[in-house]
């Protein structure tokens, strides 16, 4: 069995430059905003469909927004249902 030691290429971890932080920021401000526009138009959707609501994340999932139909939180997502 040969004992020689594998040799590893030490890579440096990637510094980010002042111009991908400042791409990073502009795409985390873009993203952020499409989320609050999302969400916007979801609770406008969700109050004229009446009957329906949106409330806060699925704790077993994270995966969405719980939804609140017929007297019971259902997560879109992993499909678990909750009695109000
Ligand atoms: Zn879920």
Known sequence: MDSKPIRERRRRPHEPTTRDLTDLNRRLYATERRLR?????????????GGVSVSHPCTRCGGSLLVVVDG?????????????
Do not use: D, Y
């Not at 138009?41 to 004229?48: D, F, M, P, S, Y």
């Not at 019971?72 to 109000?84: H, I, K, N, Q, Y």
């Open 37 to 49: 526009q999302v969400e916007a138009a979801l609770n406008e959707v969700a109050r004229r469909s």
């Open 72 to 84: 019971e939180l259902r997560c879109p997502a992993c499909g678990v249902r909750e009695r109000l």
